[in-house]
């Protein structure tokens, strides 16, 4: 699969978790929900630009996220692009805080599985660079 396809199955796939209430944003939300039900947890979206690159703390997260997504067979994205995925979310700050956009977790409950094609396409393509053993490959989302 090639990266830009699964730029778009991801955006997709976002869309529909979050119409269909299945997304958890925010990297302490996240971490809460995996320690409770990480067997729910079916992606773990982590997004930084490269301005979040000398925040130590939110590294410090995503080490052990991903520690953590690794022990649970939990497949993990990385992206940069968090203005896009503010678009994505219409996270548009309607007077409320912005949320914390930097881990967002997309859960599929299986007594009612979410129904969208590309939780394929982005599983498969989490699949293969995990085998491959490499550092998760970086998606870059762009603006529309």
């Not at 830009?4 to 929900?33: F, M």
């Not at 053993?133 to 970086?138: A, E, I, L």
């Amino acid at each position: 699969l090639m990266l830009e396809t699964v730029g778009r199955a991801l955006e997709d796939l976002l869309g529909a978790a979050q119409s269909q209430d299945r997304l958890t944003v925010g990297v302490y939300e996240s971490a809460k929900l995996m320690n409770v039900d990480p067997d729910s947890v079916v992606l773990c979206v982590l997004a930084a630009d490269e301005e979040d690159e000398g925040d130590i703390a939110l590294q410090i997260h995503f080490t052990l996220l991903q520690a953590f997504c690794c022990d649970n067979d939990i497949n993990i994205l990385r992206v940069s692009g968090l203005r896009r995925l503010a678009q994505l979310l219409d996270d548009t700050g309607d007077g409320t805080e912005p949320r914390d956009l930097h881990c967002i977790l997309v859960t599929n409950p299986p007594v009612q599985p979410l129904k969208c094609p590309a939780l394929q396409d982005v599983g498969s393509f989490c699949q293969e660079s995990r085998c491959r053993n490499q550092w998760v490959p970086c998606l870059e989302l762009q603006d529309r």
